[in-house]
């Protein structure tokens, strides 16, 4: 099995990808059309991407949809960027935009592939590539013309980049890893805690290197980072009335995640719109994103302040909702309002449940292997914080179902390894069938 795997790996991964293709676009064909599962073309976040797309393709530039004329940052720009060419197409700009999305998410299919195959084997990359094809919480994202079909894939490429990186630090990898962290700012902001939490660690640990010279491969890691998303930032210095690094979208998220609607009752540990709609009234009427996110951020700190008695418990309802543990009925219920179907979001909960087993024998067989296994395990720790300091909703966990499908695939391998033991060699790290 081990060497029919190694050998037809490019058909089999094809072949796997093709699947993963056909049902991605068959499900937005069928399920996506005339509307979403929230009742309107567009759901949550997809309203402003497609919108954003639109105006970029119309040649605008990133403009504020609801305040013509005005600059726009709600989101990092990967998204929109990847969306312009749909955005050209008017009225098809929605369903162009979500095979746009199922073409990336095809893309993860592979990577993630190469990936498995890249920490334990031809089988396992197989195996992983299959699960990637089939895991509800990736192909149910790979149709919304939202950020997640995005980050999936530059994240998947990430660790790739740092696993190769990490078996040969030389210059060549280095600049990919570094350019990738950058563009995984660009398209997810919370995801910059991946150089600090993810690669800076694993460049600096397991060396026989001199010290200075690791701590040289983080910085210049860093170091393109910060050049891939400088220019960014520097837009944007340059365009608002009060400092904007990444997005606009702070202040928002801290007023509707700080509030009553979400401290106490059924919504406890989610975000409301409309608690932000009751800071309106006090917004300058011409002011800019910048300004108007300053004052919600104002307003949620301050609300934050005054309720540190409740924080505790708001905390870890917000962790429950991100790891199904708190209420996933209301969850599922809740996507919808993202353009997520009942069913798709339950069959992800039970997909989430149904993988976590073979995702701790996944864990276990690769340190055993003396193969690293934080850069898998990291996106756990990002999300946790995540979804603890901001508030809890599954699709922040997507980094983490990017890396959990890897660990689910390498688990099923080591149990075949133990009913098939077969012998394997180490190259680079990682082990490759004879």
Avoid at 131 to 155: G, H, I, K, R, Y
Avoid at 174 to 193: K, Y
Avoid at 259 to 283: H, M, R, S
Wanted: with cysteine; hydrophobic share 50%.
């Amino acid at each position: 099995m081990r060497v029919w795997a190694s050998h037809r790996f490019p058909l089999v991964l094809g072949l796997i990808a093709a699947a993963g293709l056909l049902g991605r676009v068959a499900y937005i064909l069928v399920a996506k059309r005339p509307v979403d599962a929230c009742g309107r073309a567009r759901c949550g976040d997809a309203v402003y991407y497609v919108a954003q797309a639109r105006r970029l393709a119309d040649g605008l530039g990133f403009v504020d949809p609801a305040h013509p004329g005005m600059p726009a940052a709600d989101h990092p720009p990967i998204t929109a960027l990847v969306l312009t060419p749909a955005g050209a197409f008017g009225p098809h700009a929605v369903t162009l935009g979500r095979l746009t999305m199922a073409v990336l998410g095809t893309a993860t299919i592979v990577v993630l592939g190469l990936l498995g195959r890249r920490i334990a084997g031809a089988l396992a990359g197989l195996l992983v590539a299959a699960l990637a094809t089939v895991n509800p919480n990736l192909w149910m994202n790979d149709a919304l013309p939202m950020s997640e079909a995005p980050t999936a894939l530059v994240l998947s490429l990430t660790v790739l980049a740092l696993y190769r990186t990490i078996d040969r630090p030389d210059a060549r990898r280095l600049v990919v890893l570094g350019l990738l962290s950058g563009l995984l700012v660009l398209t997810r902001a919370e995801l910059a805690l991946y150089v600090p939490l993810a690669v800076a660690p694993c460049l600096l640990v397991g060396s026989d290197v001199p010290l200075p010279r690791r701590l040289g491969r983080v910085a210049a890691v860093g170091a393109l980072a910060v050049a891939v998303v400088l220019p960014w930032t520097v837009a944007n210095l340059t365009r608002f009335d009060r400092p904007v690094a990444i997005s606009t979208n702070e202040g928002l998220t801290w007023v509707g995640a700080n509030c009553d609607a979400v401290y106490t009752g059924g919504g406890i540990g989610f975000w409301n719109l409309e608690c932000a709609k009751a800071v309106d009234p006090q917004l300058p009427p011409d002011a800019d994103q910048s300004v108007r996110s300053e004052i919600y951020r104002d307003v949620g700190l301050t609300y934050v302040g005054d309720h540190t008695r409740e924080l505790p418990a708001v905390v870890v309802a917000r962790v429950g909702r991100l790891w199904n543990l708190h209420h996933p009925d209301q969850m599922v219920w809740l996507n919808t309002g993202e353009g997520r179907e009942r069913w798709a979001s339950w069959s992800g909960v039970w997909a989430f449940w149904l993988l976590l087993p073979s995702t701790v024998a996944g864990a276990v067989a690769l340190r055993r292997r003396r193969v690293p296994v934080w850069p898998l395990l990291a996106p756990a720790v990002i999300v946790t914080l995540t979804a603890a300091l901001f508030y809890g909703i599954v699709r922040f966990r997507l980094p983490f179902d990017v890396t959990m499908t890897v660990l689910a695939g390498v688990g099923v391998d080591a149990a075949w390894r133990r009913l098939r033991p077969t012998a394997d060699v180490v190259v680079e790290g990682a082990p490759l069938d004879v």
